[in-house]
């Protein structure tokens, strides 16, 4: 037996040793793939990015939003947290025989423990492979690498318990409560002579331990490199949601080498930023953004999750041919895979080097059809930042390739020209103010001359200024501050364009000169506090204006309005018998976290019933005007209004409410494609509490 533990122990430590030496190996590889894009900076945030990983990685926030698999992930992340140790004790009890671990008077309640833990992991992998094999969950993915760790656990698993069987036979432990499976299995095989139990434990730990190893190698060349990326991933995640990095043009001409090296966006795989390219690697393949996602649930060309797949075997493949490393382990193992061959150079290498970023690896239509609502990124569970990556190849396609949807880029030209999507008179801007003569709607310029000054900036917007219907938001919310007596003011054909629609369509340049613009007039002005019923300029002052120098209190106006009801300034006297369904606005709500003040605005107004969608609040589905798309035809698929307005009328509402004129627009098109807009009005959250205050006859809002 002697021999035998010495030959066992030498074993045990060269394969441990090679395990451990190709894990390493893979890890250190796919990090310089990583060092291959530019250098993110980080902010030093700590406690708060601490706190992000608390909730999402040890409190499962993200993936307990489908509490079925978010069951069985906690059952699984804790439980093979928990296992590892009685991993520990099988290889103590293995290497030497009748001992464990140093646990004294609570090693029987511990191995206990660890057997319930075991049966733990058991079911929920049992019950992962019912979900994704059986119901055949759409969004899982059923080949055989996508079972493969499944295998992989409940081996290890099983080993444990077999093993622990057949340990007791070798030591003649009788059956007991601390071990009841075992205790079981023992009873199963107790024909079995010691030597025979002797013999199957070390089979049973031999598989055990190879299986461990082996998933340890398997790991990180695989998606479940999320085990050690998405950790990390959750606490570098942007700080601010969805915010888009600045990107500077002061750029030397005369230190390039040629025109072609002068290129705006991501147009190659290492212009993404290191962080970003670590969502690659911790991208879970689990497919919750791309069911989520409205463009790929009404037909178009867009899956987040192979938006991300696909990026990362790129990052993969080229990363082996510009460093040289083998991008697998063991590489005998995979001599044919492209990323092995690319890494021994020659014309494996030069072909993947010729691949194009855009056109080759991700398709012109699946950064079009994006409407960067970010339901991806909510539903994702490791925080990976699909949109931005999306929005730095869409940028480069723009304003390198100048490539654009022609309906697009006519809004685009009509933004630069006049301020507007429309190209309509920069001096019509002010006219929606005429359309109710008992509205007080001064501009600056006005008060300026009286020598009064003003609280608050109302930033119409072009919604607000030339679209007739979104006029009626705007009237009705000046018409309630005014009873509320807010003072306020209006930039008047001063105000442009807030430039988020040339912003997220990848037109960064004519952003930047719209910024600047806008925050010369701020600060001519002094305006320290911005008002807007646009969730678009609401999100773009407060979270993206700051990288240009200029920060404010920035409010949307149902904020502004459920503090005027709370307060009591506004008080809500009207009935208004409706049964009112509302619809979050993507740059509102998922944004920026606006989700109650609408909410409680339109619970205080008597009468009014409100329903909620199936899908709200975190969770709600993007109208379809988002990402500039408000100004492109809808060609492909189903219309995503009329989906969306379709999940409203499965409610039975007679009101469909909303509070950005995007979204306004989107669903009362989805209420006439249905044909139902005789029977159900579509009304922006200011419009019905001003319904239900102005309750005189000359203050009803027209």
């Not at 044919?336 to 150079?345: E, I, L, R």
């Not at 390198?400 to 507007?420: F, H, L, W, Y």
């Not at 006029?471 to 430039?499: P, T, V, W, Y």
Request: aromatic share 10%; with cysteine; hydrophobic share 45%.
């Amino acid at each position: 037996m002697d021999t035998f533990l010495i030959i066992n122990w030498i074993a045990f430590l060269v394969v441990t040793i090679y395990a451990l030496y190709l894990f390493a190996k893979v890890v250190t590889t796919r990090l310089a793939y990583i060092k291959l894009g530019k250098k993110s900076e980080f902010d030093g945030e700590v406690k708060m990015r601490l706190k992000r990983v608390g909730t999402i990685v040890f409190g499962q926030s993200k993936l307990l939003k489908d509490k079925k698999s978010g069951a069985i992930h906690v059952m699984m992340f804790y439980g093979f947290i928990l296992v590892q140790f009685g991993a520990i004790d099988m290889f103590v009890k293995g290497l030497s025989p009748g001992n464990h671990l140093p646990f004294g008077m609570f090693y029987p309640g511990f191995v206990f423990f660890q057997e319930l833990v075991t049966l733990m992991i058991l079911v929920a992998v049992i019950w992962a492979f019912y979900r994704r094999y059986i119901e055949k969950i759409v969004r899982l993915k059923r080949g055989f690498k996508a079972g493969l760790v499944l295998i992989f656990i409940g081996t290890l698993m099983l080993s444990v318990l077999f093993g622990n069987g057949m340990a007791m036979i070798w030591h003649g432990a009788e059956a007991g409560w601390t071990e009841p499976v075992a205790s079981v299995i023992a009873m199963i095989f107790g024909f079995l002579s010691p030597g025979a139990a002797t013999v199957l434990f070390y089979v049973a730990w031999w598989i055990h331990t190879i299986t461990l190893l082996s998933f340890l190698i398997y790991v990180p060349q695989s998606k479940h490199a999320h085990l050690l990326a998405a950790p990390i991933n959750v606490f570098l995640s942007k700080k601010v949601p969805g915010k888009l990095e600045k990107i500077d043009f002061d750029i030397d001409e005369e230190s390039a080498e040629s025109e072609e090296e002068i290129s705006f966006g991501v147009g190659k795989v290492e212009d993404f930023q290191q962080f970003q390219m670590l969502d690659f690697y911790a991208c879970v393949e689990c497919g919750r953004c791309t069911d989520v996602c409205p463009a790929a649930g009404t037909g178009k060309m867009l899956s987040p999750m192979d938006i991300m797949v696909k990026l990362r075997d790129h990052l993969t493949e080229k990363g082996a041919a510009v460093t040289g490393k083998s991008a697998w382990v063991p590489a005998y193992a995979f001599s044919n895979t492209s990323g092995n061959q690319a890494s021994a150079g020659g014309e494996a290498a030069a072909t993947i080097q010729e691949v194009s970023l855009i056109g080759d690896v991700i398709t012109e239509a699946e950064l079009s059809a994006c409407t960067t609502c970010r339901n991806c990124e909510d539903a994702c569970p490791v925080t990976n930042e699909h949109v931005g990556t999306i929005m730095d190849m869409r940028r480069y396609l723009v304003m390198t390739e100048g490539k654009m949807d022609s309906d697009v880029q006519r809004a685009v030209m009509n933004i630069e020209r006049q301020g507007n999507p429309w190209g309509l008179s920069k001096k019509d801007r002010i006219k929606w103010r005429d359309e109710d003569e008992s509205i007080y709607v001064p501009t600056v310029k006005e008060l300026k001359k009286e020598g009064k000054e003003f609280e608050y900036l109302f930033w119409v917007s072009s919604m607000g200024a030339y679209d007739s219907r979104s006029q009626k938001i705007a009237i009705a919310f000046a018409k309630l501050m005014n009873k509320a007596g807010i003072s306020f003011a209006i930039l008047g054909n001063q105000e442009a364009n807030s430039g988020d629609t040339a912003r997220r369509i990848g037109n960064e340049f004519l952003f930047q000169e719209i910024a600047e613009k806008n925050i010369k007039t701020f600060e001519k002005h002094n305006v320290k506090k911005i008002v807007t019923i646009d969730p678009h300029a609401y999100n773009i002052f407060k979270n993206e204006y700051p990288d240009f120098g200029y920060e404010a209190e920035v409010y949307h106006h149902t904020q502004l309005l459920y503090d005027l009801v709370k307060s009591g300034k506004l008080a809500p006297k009207r009935e208004i018998n409706e049964r009112l369904t509302y619809h979050d606005s993507c740059y509102l709500g998922r944004y920026n976290g606006v989700y109650d003040p609408p909410r409680e605005i339109l619970q205080s107004i008597p009468g009014l019933e409100l329903v909620e969608m199936d899908r709200s609040r975190e969770n709600g589905m993007c109208c379809g005007a988002g990402g500039g798309l408000m100004w492109a035809e809808d060609t492909t698929g189903n219309r995503i209004n009329v989906a969306r307005t379709e999940q409203a009328l499965a409610v039975n509402p007679s009101m469909i409410s909303s509070a950005c004129p995007f979204c306004l627009t989107m669903l009362s098109d989805g209420t006439k494609a249905k044909e139902v807009e005789e029977d159900i009005s579509t009304m922006d959250v200011a419009e019905i509490l001003a319904l239900s205050v102005l309750v005189e006859e000359k203050e009803l809002v027209s």
